[in-house]
């Protein structure tokens, strides 16, 4: 991307109507005046198109982190070519924000390092680069920029509140009976053949003889707790803003980040599933659920519905934990329908002015300000 400063239209402007004057009325001073003109912004524009050999590597340290965490990017810039790369002014991209990179004479074979902080205050990924290099001419007639480098994402995941309590797992018989197992019960599912390592203890011995090989057998853990969190990213549940930020969702995004990591602690299954549908394909760096909370944004016109029944064919879990806003409220009772598919539901509702009512839908409702005070509420629970 290229400029022409204002000194540089003014010469090109005094060049034309010199060498005009000069031919019209035959003045060979004028004439010469305005060809020196035109030669000075024609070398002002070839000295300006000089591309520098530079290498740009960049480093997060680190590139996820909670929200409020520092974190910090390191750029480093190395002249590459055979000449002093004079006449760079350089900066670079962190988010919405410049930040200026001395390359100013910068050596051949030398180069120059950077460190600054990267902003976390707020959840999200911030996109660090390209960087963006500025080369003037030695008349300050002509500014050409261009980008050196990628774009590296720095990962702002929620705030994560600890968790003591998890759900228990949902134990269901042949007979549709659903009882709640603490800590799960191992059942047998299969028979595979023997390899080398596994238990004797785990042969089959009657299949064994029948097909005249060692066969083992196969266990699963059939009412290991399993956790569905459904994180309602619909503009419609968080319609107040507060600087421009939906402080309901950020605390909804707190929660089921902290649930989430609850989960994990445990070694329990856990699935995230927001209402409004992510973007095809979703971001390629994002590498797990946190990164795809830090990516996620409200979505308008969109519908509870579709997640609902997707929730209801499937059957992802045994317990279901519904996060929503003030605008959430009147959708209780579609939520609270589930009840068929998944024993336990709870619901937590950041930002609403009232209470939902108790026990609205059959429902374990936590109303919450923020995610700290769902995370409190939730220990408080025994309702599984």
Known sequence: M????????????????????GFRFAYPELTLLGAAAGIAVGYAVLSAAWRPRLEVTRSADPDRVARGEPAAMTLTVRNAGRLRAASLVAEDRCGDRSVPVPLLRLRPGRDTTVRYEVPTARR????????????????????LSRPYGGTVPVWVHPRVHPLNAVPTGAGRSLDGRVDKVPHGSITFDSLREYVVGDELRR??????????????????????????????????????????????????????????????REDLPVVLLLVAPEPAGGDA????????????ELADGVDLQPATGRLRRERLGDTLVFLTGPGGRDDLGTVG??????????????????????????????????GAAFAAEWDGVRRW
Do not use: K
Request: net charge neutral; glycine share 8%.
């Open 285 to 296: 760096a994002a590498q797990g659920p946190l990164d795809r909370l830090a990516a996620a």
């Open 337 to 370: 329908a589930l009840r068929a598919a998944y024993p336990s539901v709870v619901v937590g509702v950041f930002g609403a002015a009232e209470p939902a009512p108790s026990g609205a839908a059959g429902l374990v409702v936590i109303d919450a300000a923020d």
């Open 2 to 21: 290229s400029a022409l400063t204002a000194r540089c239209l003014g010469l090109l402007v005094a060049a034309v109507v010199l060498l005009g004057v």
């Open 203 to 264: 042969v089959h011995w009657r299949t064994s003889a029948r097909v005249g090989e060692l066969m083992v057998r196969e266990n699963v853990d059939t009412s290991l707790p399993r956790i569905v969190v459904l994180l309602d990213n619909r503009t419609a549940a968080h319609p107040e803003r507060l600087a421009g930020v939906a402080e309901s969702f950020e605390s909804a995004c707190e929660a089921a980040a902290s649930v989430l990591v609850a989960a994990y």
């Open 124 to 143: 999200g990924v911030v996109p660090v680069g390209p960087l963006r290099v500025t080369r003037r001419d030695p008349l300050g007639l002509v500014a």
